[in-house]
Protein backbone atom coordinates (compact mmCIF):
# COMPACT_ATOMS: atom_id res chain seq x y z
CA UNK A 1 0.00 0.00 0.00
CA UNK A 2 1.73 3.34 -1.05
CA UNK A 3 1.51 6.25 0.84
CA UNK A 4 -1.55 7.75 -0.65
CA UNK A 5 -3.36 4.90 -0.12
CA UNK A 6 -2.52 4.89 3.48
CA UNK A 7 -3.60 8.70 3.94
CA UNK A 8 -6.83 8.30 2.27
CA UNK A 9 -7.70 5.14 3.98
CA UNK A 10 -7.16 7.42 7.62
CA UNK A 11 -8.88 9.55 6.23
CA UNK A 12 -11.70 8.05 5.14
CA UNK A 13 -11.86 6.49 8.31
CA UNK A 14 -11.86 9.71 10.08
CA UNK A 15 -14.69 11.17 8.18
CA UNK A 16 -16.89 8.43 8.97
CA UNK A 17 -15.48 7.92 12.91
CA UNK A 18 -16.40 11.41 13.44
CA UNK A 19 -19.82 11.09 11.24
CA UNK A 20 -20.90 8.26 13.32
CA UNK A 21 -20.47 10.36 16.57
CA UNK A 22 -19.92 7.22 18.75
CA UNK A 23 -16.40 7.97 19.98
CA UNK A 24 -14.91 10.29 21.63
CA UNK A 25 -13.45 13.38 18.76
CA UNK A 26 -10.07 12.88 20.31
CA UNK A 27 -9.71 9.14 20.69
CA UNK A 28 -10.24 9.29 17.09
CA UNK A 29 -8.31 12.01 16.42
CA UNK A 30 -5.19 10.50 18.52
CA UNK A 31 -6.16 6.90 16.70
CA UNK A 32 -5.84 8.76 13.08
CA UNK A 33 -2.30 10.38 14.30
CA UNK A 34 -0.97 7.04 15.49
CA UNK A 35 -2.63 4.84 12.39
CA UNK A 36 -0.49 7.65 10.13
CA UNK A 37 2.56 6.68 12.04
CA UNK A 38 1.94 2.49 11.90
CA UNK A 39 1.60 2.79 8.17
CA UNK A 40 5.01 4.56 8.35
CA UNK A 41 3.38 7.73 6.30
CA UNK A 42 4.62 10.24 9.07
CA UNK A 43 7.49 9.87 11.91
CA UNK A 44 6.96 9.29 15.41
CA UNK A 45 7.98 12.77 15.78
CA UNK A 46 5.85 14.26 13.61
CA UNK A 47 2.72 12.58 14.95
CA UNK A 48 3.16 14.14 17.98
CA UNK A 49 4.95 17.32 17.02
CA UNK A 50 1.28 19.10 16.87
CA UNK A 51 1.48 19.08 20.61
CA UNK A 52 4.18 21.12 20.52
CA UNK A 53 2.74 23.39 17.93
CA UNK A 54 2.29 27.61 18.42
CA UNK A 55 -1.19 27.11 17.28
CA UNK A 56 -1.92 24.52 19.86
CA UNK A 57 -0.38 26.70 22.74
CA UNK A 58 -2.15 29.68 21.33
CA UNK A 59 -5.92 28.30 21.44
CA UNK A 60 -5.09 26.90 24.95
CA UNK A 61 -3.98 30.60 26.09
CA UNK A 62 -7.43 31.85 25.02
CA UNK A 63 -9.53 29.15 26.90
CA UNK A 64 -7.52 30.50 30.20
CA UNK A 65 -8.32 34.46 29.56
CA UNK A 66 -12.14 33.47 28.36
CA UNK A 67 -12.52 31.84 31.67
CA UNK A 68 -10.94 34.85 33.60
CA UNK A 69 -13.66 37.21 31.79
CA UNK A 70 -15.91 34.77 33.31
CA UNK A 71 -14.88 34.40 37.01
CA UNK A 72 -14.57 38.04 37.44
CA UNK A 73 -17.84 39.26 36.16
CA UNK A 74 -16.76 40.99 33.05
CA UNK A 75 -19.11 38.93 30.75
CA UNK A 76 -22.09 39.05 33.26
CA UNK A 77 -21.66 42.46 33.43
CA UNK A 78 -21.65 43.20 29.90
CA UNK A 79 -24.90 41.20 29.72
CA UNK A 80 -26.87 42.96 32.27
CA UNK A 81 -25.59 46.03 30.58
CA UNK A 82 -27.28 44.70 27.27
CA UNK A 83 -30.03 44.10 28.56
CA UNK A 84 -30.74 47.36 30.08
CA UNK A 85 -29.74 48.94 26.40
CA UNK A 86 -32.10 46.60 24.62
CA UNK A 87 -34.97 47.89 26.44
CA UNK A 88 -38.56 46.03 25.85
CA UNK A 89 -38.28 45.42 22.06
CA UNK A 90 -37.01 42.06 20.53
CA UNK A 91 -35.89 43.71 17.45
CA UNK A 92 -33.23 45.58 19.32
CA UNK A 93 -32.68 43.06 22.11
CA UNK A 94 -31.83 40.46 19.16
CA UNK A 95 -29.43 43.36 17.44
CA UNK A 96 -27.34 43.65 20.36
CA UNK A 97 -27.53 40.20 21.35
CA UNK A 98 -26.04 38.85 18.38
CA UNK A 99 -23.04 42.09 17.84
CA UNK A 100 -22.27 41.23 21.56
CA UNK A 101 -21.71 37.68 20.52
CA UNK A 102 -20.21 38.30 17.70
CA UNK A 103 -17.61 40.74 19.09
CA UNK A 104 -17.07 38.20 21.94
CA UNK A 105 -16.29 35.54 19.67
CA UNK A 106 -13.52 37.94 18.03
CA UNK A 107 -11.66 37.95 20.92
CA UNK A 108 -12.04 34.63 23.08
CA UNK A 109 -13.65 32.00 20.53
CA UNK A 110 -17.30 31.28 19.57
CA UNK A 111 -18.03 28.36 22.77
CA UNK A 112 -16.77 31.23 25.08
CA UNK A 113 -19.05 34.30 23.92
CA UNK A 114 -21.87 31.72 23.42
CA UNK A 115 -21.55 30.59 27.14
CA UNK A 116 -20.89 33.81 28.37
CA UNK A 117 -24.00 35.23 26.46
CA UNK A 118 -26.32 32.26 26.27
CA UNK A 119 -27.73 33.04 30.09
CA UNK A 120 -27.73 36.50 29.53
CA UNK A 121 -30.20 35.65 26.55
CA UNK A 122 -32.55 33.21 28.32
CA UNK A 123 -33.12 35.53 31.41
CA UNK A 124 -33.62 38.52 28.83
CA UNK A 125 -36.12 36.28 27.06
CA UNK A 126 -37.83 35.20 30.37
CA UNK A 127 -37.88 38.74 31.11
CA UNK A 128 -39.05 40.19 27.96
CA UNK A 129 -41.70 37.33 28.11
CA UNK A 130 -40.03 36.49 24.73
CA UNK A 131 -38.74 32.48 23.63
CA UNK A 132 -35.06 31.57 24.07
CA UNK A 133 -35.44 29.92 21.26
CA UNK A 134 -35.73 33.08 18.99
CA UNK A 135 -32.42 33.94 20.31
CA UNK A 136 -30.10 31.36 20.87
CA UNK A 137 -29.89 30.04 17.57
CA UNK A 138 -29.42 33.54 15.99
CA UNK A 139 -26.71 33.68 19.05
CA UNK A 140 -24.92 30.46 18.13
CA UNK A 141 -24.80 31.77 14.30
CA UNK A 142 -23.96 35.09 14.88
CA UNK A 143 -20.54 34.03 16.94
CA UNK A 144 -19.72 31.80 13.74
CA UNK A 145 -20.13 35.45 11.72
CA UNK A 146 -17.68 37.04 14.34
CA UNK A 147 -15.20 34.80 14.47
CA UNK A 148 -13.89 35.92 10.92
CA UNK A 149 -13.37 39.43 12.47
CA UNK A 150 -10.04 39.12 14.15
CA UNK A 151 -6.98 36.42 13.91
CA UNK A 152 -8.34 35.56 17.86
CA UNK A 153 -11.68 34.49 16.57
CA UNK A 154 -11.24 30.73 15.85
CA UNK A 155 -8.38 28.07 15.51
CA UNK A 156 -8.88 27.80 12.23
CA UNK A 157 -7.77 31.91 11.56
CA UNK A 158 -4.36 30.86 13.25
CA UNK A 159 -4.50 27.81 11.21
CA UNK A 160 -4.31 29.70 7.72
CA UNK A 161 -2.12 32.33 8.79
CA UNK A 162 0.06 29.60 10.00
CA UNK A 163 -0.18 27.99 6.68
CA UNK A 164 0.28 31.32 4.92
CA UNK A 165 3.61 31.77 6.87
CA UNK A 166 4.68 28.12 6.73
CA UNK A 167 4.78 28.55 2.60
CA UNK A 168 6.94 31.78 3.02
CA UNK A 169 4.24 34.25 3.22
CA UNK A 170 3.37 37.20 5.49
CA UNK A 171 0.41 35.70 7.25
CA UNK A 172 -2.62 37.14 7.79
CA UNK A 173 -2.78 40.24 10.39
CA UNK A 174 -4.68 40.60 13.67
CA UNK A 175 -6.94 43.07 12.02
CA UNK A 176 -7.10 41.66 8.75
CA UNK A 177 -10.04 39.34 8.89
CA UNK A 178 -12.33 42.25 9.30
CA UNK A 179 -12.44 43.10 5.97
CA UNK A 180 -14.86 40.00 5.40
CA UNK A 181 -15.71 40.01 8.79
CA UNK A 182 -18.05 43.06 8.66
CA UNK A 183 -19.87 42.86 6.03
CA UNK A 184 -19.99 38.97 6.63
CA UNK A 185 -21.63 39.56 10.04
CA UNK A 186 -23.67 42.48 8.52
CA UNK A 187 -25.29 40.59 6.28
CA UNK A 188 -25.81 37.51 8.81
CA UNK A 189 -27.72 39.54 10.96
CA UNK A 190 -29.42 40.82 8.32
CA UNK A 191 -30.87 36.89 7.05
CA UNK A 192 -31.85 36.63 10.86
CA UNK A 193 -34.17 39.31 10.89
CA UNK A 194 -35.62 39.03 8.36
CA UNK A 195 -36.43 35.02 7.98
CA UNK A 196 -35.76 34.24 11.75
CA UNK A 197 -39.08 34.90 13.17
CA UNK A 198 -40.79 33.02 10.33
CA UNK A 199 -38.09 29.95 10.39
CA UNK A 200 -37.32 29.37 14.02
CA UNK A 201 -39.58 27.87 16.63
CA UNK A 202 -41.67 30.33 18.52
CA UNK A 203 -42.07 28.42 21.53
CA UNK A 204 -39.05 26.37 23.58
CA UNK A 205 -40.35 23.29 25.82
CA UNK A 206 -36.69 23.57 27.45
CA UNK A 207 -36.14 23.64 30.98
CA UNK A 208 -35.27 27.50 31.42
CA UNK A 209 -32.11 28.11 34.09
CA UNK A 210 -32.81 30.47 37.17
CA UNK A 211 -32.31 34.09 36.92
CA UNK A 212 -30.30 35.03 40.13
CA UNK A 213 -30.00 38.65 39.37
CA UNK A 214 -32.66 39.27 42.39
CA UNK A 215 -31.45 36.46 44.56
CA UNK A 216 -30.91 38.26 47.47
CA UNK A 217 -34.42 39.98 47.47
CA UNK A 218 -35.53 35.88 46.93
CA UNK A 219 -33.58 35.27 50.06
CA UNK A 220 -34.82 37.79 52.19
CA UNK A 221 -38.18 37.29 51.42
CA UNK A 222 -37.94 33.46 51.95
CA UNK A 223 -36.23 33.24 55.14
CA UNK A 224 -38.27 36.38 56.58
CA UNK A 225 -35.64 38.89 56.58
CA UNK A 226 -37.33 41.89 56.58
CA UNK A 227 -35.91 43.88 58.32
CA UNK A 228 -32.40 43.54 56.49
CA UNK A 229 -29.60 42.74 56.73
CA UNK A 230 -26.71 45.68 56.97
CA UNK A 231 -23.44 45.68 56.72
CA UNK A 232 -21.61 48.73 58.30
CA UNK A 233 -17.79 49.40 58.27
CA UNK A 234 -16.05 50.39 61.48
CA UNK A 235 -14.58 54.38 61.65
CA UNK A 236 -11.92 55.30 62.90
CA UNK A 237 -13.28 57.34 65.75
CA UNK A 238 -15.90 54.64 66.56
CA UNK A 239 -16.00 53.71 70.22
CA UNK A 240 -15.74 49.93 69.12
CA UNK A 241 -11.84 50.44 67.93
CA UNK A 242 -9.97 48.18 70.07
CA UNK A 243 -13.43 46.69 71.54
CA UNK A 244 -13.70 42.64 71.57
CA UNK A 245 -15.64 41.36 69.08
CA UNK A 246 -18.21 39.88 71.68
CA UNK A 247 -18.50 43.20 73.41
CA UNK A 248 -20.21 44.82 70.86
CA UNK A 249 -23.46 45.59 72.22
CA UNK A 250 -25.80 47.65 69.79
CA UNK A 251 -28.34 48.80 72.77
CA UNK A 252 -31.49 48.39 71.06
CA UNK A 253 -33.36 45.20 72.21
CA UNK A 254 -35.78 44.02 69.54
CA UNK A 255 -34.56 46.67 66.65
CA UNK A 256 -30.84 46.02 65.82
CA UNK A 257 -28.99 42.26 66.28
CA UNK A 258 -26.00 41.59 65.99
CA UNK A 259 -25.00 38.83 63.57
CA UNK A 260 -21.04 38.90 63.50
CA UNK A 261 -17.57 41.53 63.27
CA UNK A 262 -15.45 40.62 59.88
CA UNK A 263 -12.00 41.32 59.62
CA UNK A 264 -11.73 43.83 56.96
CA UNK A 265 -13.74 43.39 53.54
CA UNK A 266 -12.62 39.52 53.50
CA UNK A 267 -16.22 38.60 55.15
CA UNK A 268 -14.25 36.26 57.22
CA UNK A 269 -15.64 36.37 61.19
CA UNK A 270 -12.80 38.41 63.32
CA UNK A 271 -11.25 36.72 65.37
CA UNK A 272 -7.79 36.46 67.83
CA UNK A 273 -7.52 40.49 67.75
CA UNK A 274 -9.32 43.51 68.39
CA UNK A 275 -11.98 45.63 66.48
CA UNK A 276 -10.06 47.68 64.32
CA UNK A 277 -10.44 50.51 61.36
CA UNK A 278 -12.08 48.65 58.35
CA UNK A 279 -13.79 45.75 60.44
CA UNK A 280 -17.36 45.38 59.56
CA UNK A 281 -20.52 44.96 61.81
CA UNK A 282 -22.93 42.59 60.42
CA UNK A 283 -26.48 43.40 61.83
CA UNK A 284 -30.03 42.44 61.59
CA UNK A 285 -32.87 45.17 62.29
CA UNK A 286 -35.10 48.08 60.86
CA UNK A 287 -33.37 50.47 58.53
CA UNK A 288 -33.76 54.00 61.02
CA UNK A 289 -32.70 52.25 64.14
CA UNK A 290 -29.54 50.85 62.10
CA UNK A 291 -28.76 54.50 60.72
CA UNK A 292 -29.35 55.90 64.23
CA UNK A 293 -26.75 53.35 65.74
CA UNK A 294 -24.40 54.24 62.51
CA UNK A 295 -24.27 57.81 63.92
CA UNK A 296 -23.92 57.28 67.42
CA UNK A 297 -20.55 54.88 66.72
CA UNK A 298 -19.26 56.61 63.66
CA UNK A 299 -20.17 53.31 61.35
CA UNK A 300 -20.46 53.38 57.78
CA UNK A 301 -23.59 52.29 56.31
CA UNK A 302 -22.74 51.06 52.87
CA UNK A 303 -25.47 50.61 50.29
CA UNK A 304 -24.49 47.36 47.79
CA UNK A 305 -27.37 47.27 46.01
CA UNK A 306 -30.94 46.30 46.27
CA UNK A 307 -30.71 45.09 49.98
CA UNK A 308 -28.02 46.44 51.41
CA UNK A 309 -25.06 43.80 53.05
CA UNK A 310 -26.02 40.76 51.26
CA UNK A 311 -24.14 40.67 48.36
CA UNK A 312 -20.61 42.41 47.98
CA UNK A 313 -17.51 42.26 45.76
CA UNK A 314 -15.99 39.71 48.23
CA UNK A 315 -18.93 38.36 50.24
CA UNK A 316 -22.58 36.96 49.50
CA UNK A 317 -25.37 34.07 51.14
CA UNK A 318 -26.00 30.48 50.24
CA UNK A 319 -28.75 28.28 51.06
CA UNK A 320 -27.85 24.82 51.85
CA UNK A 321 -29.62 21.55 53.06
CA UNK A 322 -29.02 19.50 55.76
CA UNK A 323 -29.09 15.64 54.05
CA UNK A 324 -30.02 12.31 55.72
CA UNK A 325 -27.24 10.75 57.77
CA UNK A 326 -25.53 14.27 57.97
CA UNK A 327 -22.71 14.52 60.39
CA UNK A 328 -24.84 18.20 61.65
CA UNK A 329 -27.62 16.28 62.78
CA UNK A 330 -28.61 16.80 66.40
CA UNK A 331 -26.60 19.82 66.30
CA UNK A 332 -27.90 22.98 68.13
CA UNK A 333 -27.91 26.30 65.44
CA UNK A 334 -28.99 29.11 65.63
CA UNK A 335 -28.53 32.45 63.86
CA UNK A 336 -25.63 34.35 64.66
CA UNK A 337 -23.27 31.31 65.30
CA UNK A 338 -19.77 31.22 63.34
CA UNK A 339 -19.51 27.56 61.65
CA UNK A 340 -16.50 25.39 63.11
CA UNK A 341 -14.40 26.52 60.13
CA UNK A 342 -14.66 30.49 61.53
CA UNK A 343 -15.38 32.41 58.28
CA UNK A 344 -19.23 31.74 57.77
CA UNK A 345 -21.96 33.34 59.47
CA UNK A 346 -25.53 31.50 60.05
CA UNK A 347 -28.04 34.20 59.11
CA UNK A 348 -31.16 31.53 59.20
CA UNK A 349 -32.29 28.61 59.94
CA UNK A 350 -35.50 26.69 59.25
CA UNK A 351 -37.69 23.63 59.41
CA UNK A 352 -40.51 23.29 56.35
CA UNK A 353 -40.78 27.01 55.79
CA UNK A 354 -40.74 27.96 59.68
CA UNK A 355 -37.87 29.60 61.73
CA UNK A 356 -36.36 26.91 63.92
CA UNK A 357 -37.06 27.70 68.10
CA UNK A 358 -34.31 28.77 70.29
CA UNK A 359 -32.89 25.47 71.70
CA UNK A 360 -33.89 23.07 68.62
CA UNK A 361 -31.60 21.17 66.47
CA UNK A 362 -31.03 20.22 63.35
CA UNK A 363 -32.33 17.78 61.48
CA UNK A 364 -32.54 16.08 58.30
CA UNK A 365 -34.31 18.46 55.21
CA UNK A 366 -33.80 21.72 57.50
CA UNK A 367 -32.36 24.75 55.32
CA UNK A 368 -29.73 27.18 56.72
CA UNK A 369 -28.92 30.05 54.79
CA UNK A 370 -25.08 31.27 55.63
CA UNK A 371 -23.06 34.51 54.59
CA UNK A 372 -19.13 34.55 54.57
CA UNK A 373 -16.56 35.13 51.88
CA UNK A 374 -16.90 34.17 47.96
CA UNK A 375 -14.15 31.68 48.88
CA UNK A 376 -14.98 30.45 51.95
CA UNK A 377 -18.62 29.12 50.49
CA UNK A 378 -17.19 27.63 47.42
CA UNK A 379 -14.15 25.70 49.89
CA UNK A 380 -16.71 25.34 52.99
CA UNK A 381 -19.73 24.04 50.92
CA UNK A 382 -18.30 21.54 49.11
CA UNK A 383 -18.97 18.91 51.99
CA UNK A 384 -20.89 15.93 51.90
CA UNK A 385 -23.04 16.85 55.06
CA UNK A 386 -24.06 19.66 53.21
CA UNK A 387 -26.43 19.98 50.35
CA UNK A 388 -25.87 23.50 48.27
CA UNK A 389 -29.11 25.04 46.62
CA UNK A 390 -27.72 26.89 44.49
CA UNK A 391 -23.59 27.09 43.14
CA UNK A 392 -22.19 30.23 44.98
CA UNK A 393 -19.99 30.79 42.45
CA UNK A 394 -22.68 30.85 39.70
CA UNK A 395 -24.89 32.84 42.19
CA UNK A 396 -21.71 35.77 42.21
CA UNK A 397 -21.37 35.80 38.35
CA UNK A 398 -25.21 37.00 37.87
CA UNK A 399 -25.12 38.95 40.94
CA UNK A 400 -22.16 40.32 41.73
CA UNK A 401 -20.50 41.96 38.03
CA UNK A 402 -17.46 43.49 37.73
CA UNK A 403 -15.68 41.38 40.53
CA UNK A 404 -12.60 40.64 42.13
CA UNK A 405 -9.96 41.23 39.47
CA UNK A 406 -11.64 42.50 37.02
CA UNK A 407 -9.43 45.23 36.14
CA UNK A 408 -6.05 43.42 36.18
CA UNK A 409 -8.14 40.89 34.03
CA UNK A 410 -9.38 43.91 31.57
CA UNK A 411 -6.08 44.92 31.43
CA UNK A 412 -4.46 42.06 30.81
CA UNK A 413 -6.85 41.08 27.65
CA UNK A 414 -6.26 44.72 26.31
CA UNK A 415 -2.20 43.90 26.72
CA UNK A 416 -2.96 40.59 24.56
CA UNK A 417 -4.60 42.48 21.52
CA UNK A 418 -2.52 45.30 21.70
CA UNK A 419 0.43 42.39 20.94
CA UNK A 420 -1.38 41.03 18.67
CA UNK A 421 -2.53 43.98 16.82
CA UNK A 422 0.85 45.66 16.44
CA UNK A 423 2.55 41.91 15.72
CA UNK A 424 5.55 42.88 18.42
CA UNK A 425 5.34 39.14 19.49
CA UNK A 426 3.80 36.17 18.08
CA UNK A 427 0.53 35.16 18.93
CA UNK A 428 1.38 31.86 21.01
CA UNK A 429 3.84 34.50 22.67
CA UNK A 430 0.81 37.04 23.37
CA UNK A 431 -1.82 34.58 24.52
CA UNK A 432 1.23 32.77 27.14
CA UNK A 433 1.93 35.82 28.37
CA UNK A 434 -1.14 36.64 28.77
CA UNK A 435 -2.58 33.50 30.30
CA UNK A 436 0.73 33.05 32.88
CA UNK A 437 0.02 37.33 33.63
CA UNK A 438 -3.55 36.37 34.91
CA UNK A 439 -1.96 33.63 36.69
CA UNK A 440 0.88 35.16 38.07
CA UNK A 441 -1.59 37.82 39.07
CA UNK A 442 -3.80 35.00 41.15
CA UNK A 443 -7.18 35.99 39.06
CA UNK A 444 -6.43 32.43 37.65
CA UNK A 445 -4.71 29.34 39.81
CA UNK A 446 -2.83 26.92 38.07
CA UNK A 447 -5.98 24.54 39.00
CA UNK A 448 -8.61 26.95 37.33
CA UNK A 449 -6.20 27.35 34.47
CA UNK A 450 -6.05 23.48 33.52
CA UNK A 451 -9.79 23.52 34.08
CA UNK A 452 -10.72 26.27 31.72
CA UNK A 453 -8.87 24.63 28.93
CA UNK A 454 -11.65 23.13 26.60
CA UNK A 455 -9.01 19.82 26.02
CA UNK A 456 -11.22 17.90 23.12
CA UNK A 457 -10.18 21.28 20.94
CA UNK A 458 -6.25 21.30 21.94
CA UNK A 459 -6.06 17.25 21.41
CA UNK A 460 -7.96 17.71 17.99
CA UNK A 461 -6.02 20.40 16.53
CA UNK A 462 -2.88 18.57 17.71
CA UNK A 463 -3.65 15.53 16.84
CA UNK A 464 -5.17 16.16 13.51
CA UNK A 465 -1.96 18.32 12.58
CA UNK A 466 0.08 15.13 11.53
CA UNK A 467 -2.78 14.47 8.89
CA UNK A 468 -1.94 17.47 6.90
CA UNK A 469 1.31 16.53 7.04
CA UNK A 470 0.49 13.33 5.68
CA UNK A 471 -1.48 14.82 3.13
CA UNK A 472 1.55 17.21 1.89
CA UNK A 473 4.62 14.33 2.55
CA UNK A 474 2.31 11.42 0.64
CA UNK A 475 1.19 13.85 -1.99
CA UNK A 476 -2.31 13.08 -1.50
CA UNK A 477 -2.77 16.40 -1.33
CA UNK A 478 -1.88 17.42 -4.68
CA UNK A 479 -3.73 14.62 -6.06
CA UNK A 480 -6.58 15.92 -4.60
CA UNK A 481 -6.32 19.48 -5.78
CA UNK A 482 -5.49 18.10 -9.21
CA UNK A 483 -9.06 16.48 -9.34
CA UNK A 484 -10.13 19.81 -7.86
CA UNK A 485 -8.23 22.01 -10.20
CA UNK A 486 -9.25 19.60 -13.38
CA UNK A 487 -12.95 19.50 -12.35
CA UNK A 488 -13.47 23.62 -11.80
CA UNK A 489 -9.95 25.13 -12.57
CA UNK A 490 -10.61 25.21 -16.53
CA UNK A 491 -13.65 27.60 -15.87
CA UNK A 492 -11.03 29.60 -13.79
CA UNK A 493 -10.73 30.44 -9.77
CA UNK A 494 -13.98 31.43 -9.40
CA UNK A 495 -15.15 27.83 -10.07
CA UNK A 496 -12.58 26.37 -8.44
CA UNK A 497 -13.06 28.51 -5.22
CA UNK A 498 -16.88 27.48 -5.23
CA UNK A 499 -15.87 23.70 -5.72
CA UNK A 500 -13.29 24.11 -2.94
CA UNK A 501 -16.50 26.16 -0.75
CA UNK A 502 -18.74 23.18 -1.19
CA UNK A 503 -15.79 20.44 -0.24
CA UNK A 504 -14.96 22.74 3.04
CA UNK A 505 -18.74 23.91 3.69
CA UNK A 506 -20.32 19.94 3.52
CA UNK A 507 -17.29 18.49 5.47
CA UNK A 508 -18.54 20.80 8.39
CA UNK A 509 -21.17 19.97 8.59
CA UNK A 510 -20.02 16.54 10.39
CA UNK A 511 -16.27 17.45 11.61
CA UNK A 512 -15.29 20.02 13.67
CA UNK A 513 -14.27 23.21 11.39
CA UNK A 514 -11.04 23.23 12.74
CA UNK A 515 -10.53 19.22 11.82
CA UNK A 516 -11.79 20.36 8.33
CA UNK A 517 -9.49 23.20 7.75
CA UNK A 518 -6.43 20.86 9.01
CA UNK A 519 -7.41 18.34 6.57
CA UNK A 520 -8.34 20.79 3.83
CA UNK A 521 -5.57 23.39 3.99
CA UNK A 522 -2.74 20.87 2.05
CA UNK A 523 -5.60 20.66 -0.80
CA UNK A 524 -6.10 24.32 -0.97
CA UNK A 525 -2.55 25.23 -0.73
CA UNK A 526 -1.68 22.60 -3.84
CA UNK A 527 -4.22 23.37 -5.82
CA UNK A 528 -3.34 27.31 -5.74
CA UNK A 529 0.05 26.25 -6.63
CA UNK A 530 -1.39 24.50 -9.71
CA UNK A 531 -3.58 27.34 -10.81
CA UNK A 532 -0.45 29.45 -10.69
CA UNK A 533 -2.54 31.71 -8.10
CA UNK A 534 -2.01 33.58 -4.81
CA UNK A 535 -2.82 31.44 -1.81
CA UNK A 536 -4.00 34.55 0.21
CA UNK A 537 -7.81 34.42 -1.17
CA UNK A 538 -7.76 30.28 -1.45
CA UNK A 539 -6.62 30.05 2.51
CA UNK A 540 -9.36 33.56 3.56
CA UNK A 541 -12.28 31.43 1.50
CA UNK A 542 -11.55 28.57 2.90
CA UNK A 543 -11.84 30.40 6.32
CA UNK A 544 -14.94 31.50 5.22
CA UNK A 545 -16.21 27.91 4.33
CA UNK A 546 -15.22 26.73 7.96
CA UNK A 547 -17.51 28.92 9.81
CA UNK A 548 -20.57 27.96 7.70
CA UNK A 549 -21.60 25.39 9.94
CA UNK A 550 -24.71 25.53 9.91
CA UNK A 551 -27.22 22.93 8.75
CA UNK A 552 -26.58 20.81 11.90
CA UNK A 553 -26.46 20.49 15.97
CA UNK A 554 -22.83 18.64 15.85
CA UNK A 555 -21.79 20.97 13.14
CA UNK A 556 -20.19 23.27 16.26
CA UNK A 557 -19.85 22.93 19.90
CA UNK A 558 -21.73 25.96 19.67
CA UNK A 559 -24.77 24.68 17.86
CA UNK A 560 -24.64 21.91 20.22
CA UNK A 561 -24.43 24.29 23.56
CA UNK A 562 -27.94 26.03 22.03
CA UNK A 563 -30.13 23.43 21.09
CA UNK A 564 -31.27 21.98 24.88
CA UNK A 565 -31.86 25.72 26.45
CA UNK A 566 -33.51 26.31 22.51
CA UNK A 567 -35.33 23.55 22.77
CA UNK A 568 -34.27 22.87 18.84
CA UNK A 569 -34.34 19.71 16.71
CA UNK A 570 -32.38 18.74 13.63
CA UNK A 571 -34.80 20.55 11.43
CA UNK A 572 -34.11 23.91 13.08
CA UNK A 573 -30.87 24.09 12.20
CA UNK A 574 -31.39 23.52 8.18
CA UNK A 575 -34.06 25.88 7.99
CA UNK A 576 -32.48 29.30 8.71
CA UNK A 577 -29.00 27.75 8.08
CA UNK A 578 -29.49 27.03 4.40
CA UNK A 579 -30.18 30.69 3.38
CA UNK A 580 -26.60 31.45 5.85
CA UNK A 581 -24.77 28.89 3.60
CA UNK A 582 -25.83 30.83 0.86
CA UNK A 583 -24.68 34.02 2.16
CA UNK A 584 -21.39 32.74 3.00
CA UNK A 585 -20.73 30.92 -0.35
CA UNK A 586 -21.61 34.46 -2.00
CA UNK A 587 -18.66 36.16 0.18
CA UNK A 588 -16.25 33.57 -0.17
CA UNK A 589 -16.81 32.96 -3.75
CA UNK A 590 -17.04 36.29 -4.92
CA UNK A 591 -16.31 39.05 -2.22
CA UNK A 592 -12.89 37.47 -1.35
CA UNK A 593 -11.05 38.29 -4.34
CA UNK A 594 -12.38 41.48 -4.39
CA UNK A 595 -9.88 42.18 -1.41
CA UNK A 596 -7.12 39.56 -1.88
CA UNK A 597 -6.64 39.22 -5.33
CA UNK A 598 -5.35 36.31 -7.38
Given at each position: ?14 IVLFTWNRLPV ?365 SPDLVRRQAVP ?197
Open positions: MTPIHSTALVIVATVVVAIGAALALWATGTVTLEQAFAGFGDRATLFVASLFIISAALEKTGITAWAGQYLIARAGSGQTRLLVIMMAACAGLSALITGSGAVAALMPVAVMAAVRLRQSPAQLLMPLAFAGHAGANLLLTGAPKNILVSEALEDAGLPGFAFAEFALVGLPLLAGTMAIILLLGKRLLPRESGARLPADFSRHAHTLVEHYGLSDGIHRLRVRAGSAYVGAAADAVDPGQPGRVALMAVQAGASGAPLKGRAIAEGDYLLLRGEAEAVAALAAKMHLSLREEGAQPGLFSRRSGLAEVVIPPRSALIGRAVFPGIVTDSGDLVVLAVQRGGIDLEPGETLAAGDTVLVEGSWEALDLRLDNPDVLVVNLGIGAGVTLTVLACVVVMLASGIVPPAVAGMLGAGALIFTRIMSVDEAYRAINWTTVILIAAMMPLSTAMVQSGAAKVVADLLVAATGGAGPFVFLGGLYVLTACLGQVMSNTATTLLVIPIAMAAAAGLGVSPRPVLMSLCIAGSASFLTPIATATNMMVMGPGGYNFASYWKLGTPLMLWFFVMAVFYVPLIWRF
